[in-house]
């Protein structure tokens, strides 16, 4: 059996920094719950609801610094009434945008990647990221994934001394391979690093590069073909991505018609094929490491073809 991760990050951006406060609302509504309220989170967890499917759901709660509590629990009340998970999630930029300063004396300006600050701010940051996603109704996380996957090796010990065990911010196709984390190999399955299991997102190579399996970025071809090769390779785990706002059109005004039909043929599948792939979140029992060594998941051309087509098409009625 193949331990499915279907996991969502949950975030919300204003479209640049200079009008937070006007924008903020219009933003709120637009990427938590979608145009119309339709094809944002409630909409995604309602579908794998349908199907009998869990997701974890890697909240951002930084942006509290600047807007408040309020905004944060109503996340955390559409995730947990659903019944799904909450994890951390913390997107830095938003550290110099708080009414009050979240690390007194550090120097300002932005800094967009968690990798930007030293140890003992990092712990700093994961600390109050956890302790207002609790002050939001959420139980204490146990896992964590750094926004835009930009974590480094001092991340694990920071979120050790927060109790936390398991982080899932390592993308070889992106900047895992520079982490300092498993150096000098690209790691591609759970690992274990002191007290913290390493949990990477799935990746595959296309014919053009390393890509990580993302509901947006992957044809239903390639993500069904990606499953069975990682059962059959016996890979033990596929993290997929999500995204909160993963259904809407580029323009952010519909829902995205093609990513809703992947969504639910993939939850079709997975319910279908629920004796063989099992999903589910990352309380309980930890997921379980290979004791080997895994090359990269592998696509044909012929699928990364379809998957370009697919997606020009998507650009040019979004």
């Known amino acids: 059996m193949l331990e499915v991760f279907f996991t969502v990050d949950v975030e919300v951006w204003c479209g640049g920094w200079t009008r937070l406060d006007a924008e903020f609302p219009s933003a709120f509504e637009r990427y ?28 951002e709660p ?76 959420a139980a204490a996380p146990n896992a964590f994934r750094a926004g835009s996957f930009g974590f480094n090796a001092q991340t694990l010990p920071a979120l050790a001394a927060n109790g936390i065990t398991i982080d899932s911010s390592y993308n070889a196709s992106m900047l895992g391979p520079t982490s300092g984390v498993a150096e000098g190999e690209l790691l591609m399955q759970a690992r274990q690093f002191g ?17 990580h399996a993302q509901l947006t970025a992957c044809s239903w071809g390639e993500l069904e073909g990606l499953l069975w090769q990682a059962l059959e ?21 519909r829902v995205d018609r093609v990513v809703m039909g992947r969504l639910l043929r993939l939850c079709a599948f997975l319910d279908r094929h629920r004796d063989t792939f099992h999903v589910r ?14 090359a990269p998941l592998r696509s044909p051309l012929q699928r990364t073809g379809w998957r370009m087509a697919e997606q020009a098409w998507r650009r040019a009625v979004s």
């Open 233 to 253: 390779g016996r890979h033990g785990q596929f993290v997929l991505l999500s995204h909160n706002f993963e259904l809407l059109a580029p323009g952010m005004k």
């Open 32 to 59: 938590v719950h979608g145009p119309g309220r339709q094809g944002g989170l409630p909409t995604q967890l309602q579908v794998l609801n349908d199907h009998g499917l869990k997701s974890v759901c890697f909240v």
């Open 62 to 137: 930084l942006f509290a610094g600047r807007f408040g509590l309020e905004p944060l629990t109503e996340i955390v009340g559409i995730v947990q009434d659903a019944g799904h998970e909450v994890q951390l999630h913390l997107h830095t930029e938003w550290v110099d945008e708080a009414r009050q300063p979240l690390l007194p004396g550090a120097p300002a300006g932005k800094r967009q990647y968690l990798r930007q600050f030293s140890q003992d701010e990092q712990t700093q940051l994961i600390a109050l990221g956890a302790q207002w996603l609790r002050q939001a109704g």
């Open 281 to 294: 979140g990352l309380r309980g029992s930890l997921p379980a490491t290979v004791p080997h060594a895994l």
């Open 195 to 211: 007290p913290v299991l390493e949990l990477p997102m799935s990746v595959y190579a296309d014919g053009r590069g390393l890509r």
